[in-house]
């Protein structure tokens, strides 16, 4: 059999067929095959012998019988059996059972070289089939007499046939079809499949068939069945010591082999098979290093069966290519065999996602202590988690996907949440798994990679973003850019720049008009890290000239401002170690910023920035000779100086009331752009005008009564 076959039976959970079973042997399985076989020589024509393959539903056990079939059909023509194959579960008429059971037999015995013998047993096979067709099996009534005596008791007058199979009709059919039996010179081994298949009445009748035809000379039986699903029927259904009851059907009782942990790794490769070429590319750094990872926690012990694979497989392939780069596709193997060996935890994960995780993905206001969350939920987990026989194996797969569950649980754990790694513990990462795929709203890593990679995208990945997703991308950028190894190529340079102009974008000036989130780090500082972790790949002299483009550049002038206080007023300019303008540069840099300010003021587009009150700031603190020249422009483009005002005058942020306006402390920053005594006169004259926005108004009256004002309610802040 072919690799491309197994993989197709694998992905159809179609067992291993005759005449390619041992060649597509993953497990090692065929000597316990040939145990089996070297049991059926004890078959004579003095007796018969039933063995059965006990294992768990999916253990391979019909695999096991085409391996045994094979060797059967190998073995020297004057001692080869005939094989017989018996599947109950297709008959599905309870009644019919052993007529079937027998007709079997009797094809293939009569399809034999051994014709006449054939025909003899095939015959007598008929007619004792017959004598049963109005019989019913008895619980208890084994020995034929009994039988005879238990139909005739339970239909009583109703059936006048049954008078005429006397005990020794019956014995006489059994002797004759034994006498046949013996003569016929080939062992017949009936394959018996899909016991565990049946409804609990059917399976107790296929038990009672055995037991009543199980002795016949010259036959055995293999059966193939979960003991515990035959034993549970049996007990459902009242049969006193269901398990002592198999015992006398059954000589031979062959558990089927466990799967070694070489045997568990060997199906999980081939299974990884199944996935899609591009599923199995390198997304994430670490790896395969995290799929070995996640199988010697927990995994390789919830695979017990090979149809634990398929299964697994099944919900992998059926949601790795929505997560396809968002999500580490050990995460995703983690989250699907939690879904088919532990759905009661998969369940309360769904549910209660900040049991694990610490807080609820997408919430941006929680302000509870990530450790106290997970450790408040430690008993929904146990809950959950206990349930199941192995409960250690699925609590090391919760603590290797949730690190944090393992700290609340005392146990070891790596402690490493990535998000952009795409683990699952980072809680944007775990919303995506949960929905399945991304949302416009959440964070791509995919487009994160074609930003970097692919500079053709830039302006269409730009345009997709997302107010609540903008400020993370831009950091993921950076994190990702760092973690490249050094023989991964990008042009560093063209994407530190692309980076700082990208803050200007219409989503990042909303994001930063909004202001609903205090925990959010503001775009232009998250840019300027990013660009700091690019500048690490840069040779020296791109490096040392970086700072003073993005300074030089108009479209960057939020980065700018930023870059400009890191340099130039920030206490801890000296120690700066990243984009750092050098000392002969300073002011030219200073200049073309400055220059780069008044155009923009010029060309009306200086408040369509996203941070005109910071680069405001900059401009008279560092280059006040400017600002007359800017604020002409500023008045030019729009006379009534509302959105100068707001800027100028923003104060901090509360998070009850919102954003608040006042004079700035030092007057000379306002008055290097006009007098102050010019403003407050237009002042009088704006708060005229009934139709003034709320923010707008507020700004104006901190300037004129030179207080602290409130822009929601226009309350006073009086701290």
């Not at 209660?352 to 807080?359: D, E, L, S, T």
């Not at 699925?394 to 402690?415: I, N, S, Y």
């Amino acid at each position: 059999m072919t690799k491309e076959e197994n993989i197709a039976d694998l992905r159809l959970d179609r067992p291993l067929r005759p005449g390619g079973a041992l060649a597509g042997d993953l497990l090692d399985r065929g000597g316990f095959a040939a145990r089996v076989t070297g049991v059926l020589c004890r078959i004579s024509p003095e007796a018969g012998l039933v063995v059965s393959v006990e294992g768990a539903w999916g253990s391979g056990k019909t695999s096991l019988l085409a391996m045994l079939e094979e060797l059967l059909n190998a073995e020297p023509e004057n001692q080869r059996a005939v094989v017989v194959h018996f599947n109950p579960w297709l008959i599905g008429d309870r009644d019919a059972l052993l007529r079937q059971f027998l007709a079997s037999i009797a094809k293939a015995v009569k399809l034999t070289d051994h014709a006449k013998e054939g025909k003899r047993v095939a015959k007598e096979l008929k007619t004792y089939s017959k004598a049963f067709d109005v019989l019913k099996l008895i619980p208890g009534a084994e020995p034929w007499a009994s039988i005879i005596k238990s139909v005739v008791e339970s239909v009583g007058n109703a059936s006048e046939a049954v008078f005429d199979y006397k005990t020794p009709d019956i014995e006489a059919r059994k002797v004759a079809l034994e006498n046949a039996l013996r003569k016929f010179p080939q062992r017949i081994v009936v394959l018996l499949d899909d016991l565990d298949r049946l409804y609990p009445a059917e399976a107790y009748e296929m038990v009672r068939i055995i037991k009543a035809v199980g002795d016949l000379p010259n036959v055995g039986y293999v059966l193939a069945w979960d003991e515990k699903y035959v034993s549970a029927a049996l007990d459902k259904l009242s049969v006193p010591f269901a398990a002592t009851y198999l015992d006398k059907v059954v000589q031979v009782r062959l558990p089927v082999p466990p799967l070694s942990f070489p045997q568990r790794v060997a199906l999980m490769n081939k299974a990884l098979g199944r996935l899609e070429k591009e599923a199995l590319e390198q997304h994430f750094k670490s790896g395969d290093e995290r799929l070995g990872s996640l199988f010697h926690h927990g995994l390789s012990e919830l695979i017990e069966q090979p149809r634990d694979v398929v299964r697994l497989f099944d919900v992998v392939c059926s949601i790795e290519p929505g997560l396809r780069g968002e999500i580490h596709l050990a995460d995703i193997l983690g989250l699907a065999i939690l879904m088919i060996k532990a759905p009661s935890v998969f369940e309360l994960l769904s549910r209660m996602p900040q049991a694990f995780v610490g807080r609820r993905p997408g919430s941006r206001t929680e302000f509870r202590d990530v450790k106290e969350v997970v450790e408040h939920h430690a008993a929904e987990r146990d809950l959950a988690i206990d349930r199941y026989p192995h409960a250690k194996a699925v609590r090391d797969v919760v603590h290797w996907l949730f690190p944090q569950t393992a700290k609340a649980d005392d146990a070891f754990t790596f402690g490493r949440i990535e998000l952009g790694e795409g683990h699952l513990a980072a809680p944007d990462r775990l919303l995506i798994a949960l929905h399945l795929s991304t949302r416009p709203d959440d964070l791509s890593l995919v487009r994160v990679r074609q930003y970097l990679f692919t500079p053709a995208k830039r302006a269409e990945i730009a345009a997709s973003l997302q107010p609540d997703n903008c400020i993370d991308f831009v950091a993921q950028l950076g994190n990702m850019a760092e973690g490249l190894g050094s023989d991964v190529a990008i042009d560093a340079e063209s994407l530190a720049i692309a980076i700082a102009r990208l803050v200007e974008g219409e989503v990042f000036i909303r994001r930063a008009r909004d202001r609903d989130n205090l925990f959010s780090m503001k775009a232009e500082r998250v840019a300027v890290q990013a660009i700091g972790q690019l500048e690490k790949r840069l040779h020296e002299s791109p490096a040392v000239n970086l700072a003073k483009r993005i300074l030089s550049d108009e479209q960057a002038l939020s980065v700018a401002s930023k870059i400009a206080i890191m340099n130039f007023i920030s206490d801890d300019c000296d120690q700066l170690d990243y984009l750092k303008v050098p000392v002969e540069h300073r002011e030219v840099a200073l200049e073309a910023f400055a220059d780069n300010v008044k155009s923009t003021a010029q060309n009306g587009d200086l408040f369509a920035k996203a941070t005109p009150d910071l680069t405001l700031w900059v401009l008279t603190r560092l280059k006040p000779e400017h600002c007359k020249l800017v604020f002409e422009a500023i008045q030019k483009a729009d006379p009534t100086l509302d959105r100068f005002v707001e800027a100028m005058l923003k104060g901090a942020f509360d998070s009850h009331k919102g954003q608040s306006y006042r004079l700035p402390k030092n007057l000379q920053e306002l008055e290097n752009f006009v007098a102050i005594d010019l403003l407050k006169q237009l002042a009088a004259e704006r708060l005229k005008d009934e139709t003034l926005a709320s923010h707008v108004r507020a700004a104006w009256r901190a300037l004129l009564e030179e207080k602290c004002i409130y822009g929601k309610d226009g309350s006073e802040n009086r701290d």
